[in-house]
């Protein structure tokens, strides 16, 4: 069983407005994931951690998007001018990270309404 | 192009009936990851391949040559319903793991 933690739950936030979700991933799991699920359950890859350091992200993250993984902090994702279409379900995900196991785990996820 | 290609896309069963749901690749793998969801609900890992032997006694699953995976349900409940996804987990351009676009079960009482 997961044991990945995201907050909140449920996110309701105005046009224009931020809006950061967090996650705690399992422990001793060095790689962190956050894909975004839409209404039509495509996942869309945002961006990757390894310890602290960004792995991946793809152009909308790194534009419209900050994010970060500390150190003994949770890790967060904020969009920084919320859009109408990015009301989705934003998941964290954490892994092992070692060559012979990837395997993912996912939290609750994030649900985001952009009114 | 869509590297993760899933089938069928949704399948209704009677209870106590089988399923088979298929995963094919545009590039070759050795590592696969099944989840299960149902609406608004969490992500659930149901195998892992290499190394995870499917949870449940109703499900197997199968990597053939690197280009193909299958989930088995066996005397399905109505409990199975929801969306299977297929996940390529590893791939050799490192990128992240790659969706599949889910096949949505419903089994009938």
């Known amino acids: 069983n997961s044991k990945v933690i995201q907050t909140p739950r449920y996110l309701v936030k105005g046009q224009g407005q931020k809006a950061k979700m967090r996650c705690i991933p399992e422990?001793?799991?060095?790689?962190v994931f956050w894909y975004q699920q839409n209404k039509n359950n495509e996942f869309k890859f945002l961006i990757n951690f390894q310890n602290q350091e960004v792995l991946q992200q793809i152009d909308m993250t790194e534009k419209r998007f900050s994010a970060e993984c500390p150190s003994n902090s949770p890790c967060s994702l904020e969009i920084q001018s919320s859009e109408a279409g990015d009301s989705a379900l934003y998941l964290c995900?954490?892994?092992?990270?070692?060559?012979?196991?990837?395997?993912?785990?996912f939290g609750h996820g994030t649900k985001l309404s952009v009114l | 192009g869509q590297q993760v290609q899933q089938s069928p896309a949704s399948l209704v069963l009677q209870e106590g009936e089988n399923a088979e749901l298929q995963c094919s690749f545009s590039i070759s793998t050795n590592q696969v990851q099944w989840f299960y969801q149902r609406p608004g609900g969490r992500l659930i890992g149901l195998s892992y391949?290499?190394g995870m032997k499917p949870t449940g006694k109703q499900t197997s699953s199968t990597v053939t040559k690197g280009r193909h995976s299958s989930l088995t349900i066996s005397s399905s409940q109505t409990t199975d319903s929801g969306t299977y996804f297929c996940?390529?987990?590893?791939?050799?351009?490192?990128?992240?793991?790659?969706f599949g676009a889910g096949t949505k079960l419903s089994v009938k009482p």
């Open positions: 995900a954490s892994s092992p990270g070692r060559v012979s196991n990837e395997r993912l785990f």
């Open positions: 391949i290499p």
């Open positions: 422990k001793g799991h060095p790689v």
């Open positions: 996940v390529l987990s590893k791939n050799n351009n490192n990128n992240a793991p790659r």
